[in-house]
């Protein structure tokens, strides 16, 4: 689910998953435009580790906090 806007951002729009995730990441799909996708994904592109990724998509999980 972390990286599910990363991966719209990227230009994926076919998803494979086990039943269990469905719904989830339908919400998250649903509930999260194009532009603010490509956005995430341009901003994971110019960072350096795989920790500051991690960290940033974490971060953009939390509800209701404002991110520039």
Do not use: C, H, Q, W
Not at 3 to 16: D, H, N, P, Q, V
Not at 20 to 34: A, F, G, H
Not at 36 to 65: A, C, Q
Request: no cysteine; hydrophobic share 35%; proline share 3%.
């Amino acid at each position: 689910p972390r990286a599910t806007k990363m991966l719209i951002g990227m230009g994926l729009r076919e998803f494979s998953m086990n039943t269990r995730s469905i719904t989830m990441i339908k919400e998250i799909i649903l509930n999260t435009s194009i532009a603010r996708s490509t956005e995430i994904f341009e901003r994971v592109m110019e960072m350096e580790s795989s920790e500051d990724i991690l960290k940033y998509l974490e971060e953009d999980e939390r509800p209701g906090e404002f991110r520039e």
